[in-house]
Nanobody, 126 residues
Framework: QVQLVESGGGLVQAGGSLRLSCAAS????????LGWFRQAPGNEREFVAR????????YYAYFVKGRFTISRDNAKNTVYLQMNDLKPEDTAVYYC???????????????????WGQGTQVTVSS
């Protein structure tokens, strides 16, 4: 069982930046792919970014590519989401998630992830 706790959300003006953190209760190292999702009011939860288990390769949704950066610090069992040039449409609850590493898979759907955090609110004002 992995417990995930997000932090770093808040209110920011358009064009600003925020850095989200997600701390895991156990070593995530090479065992878990770590990802971020978000859910805006009235919308389904959507994939934002992921970082792979072994080589820290990253993958982004098209709508954040070039603005957001996902990274992980395995020594701290923590994954980060640096969000720059924020837009009002980025307003959502952001969730981190962990997917048990399975060779030759690329988790992108909610069902691909085994553990979830409680979410942190990000609000971008225009």
């Amino acid at each position: 069982q992995v417990q995930l706790v997000e932090s770093g959300g808040g209110l920011v003006q358009a064009g600003g930046s925020l850095r989200l953190s997600c701390a895991a209760s156990t070593r995530t190292g090479s065992s878990y792919v770590l990802g971020w999702f978000r859910q805006a009011p009235g919308n389904e939860r959507e994939f934002v970014a992921r970082v792979s288990a072994n080589d820290s390769r990253t993958y982004y949704a098209y709508f954040v590519k070039g603005r957001f950066t996902i990274s992980r610090d395995n020594a701290k069992n923590t994954v980060y989401l640096q969000m720059n040039d924020l837009k009002p449409e980025d307003t959502a609850v952001y969730y981190c998630a962990a997917s048990v590493f399975r060779p030759r898979t690329a988790p992108i759907r909610q069902v691909d992830y085994d553990y979830w955090g409680q979410g942190t609110q990000v609000t971008v004002s225009s």
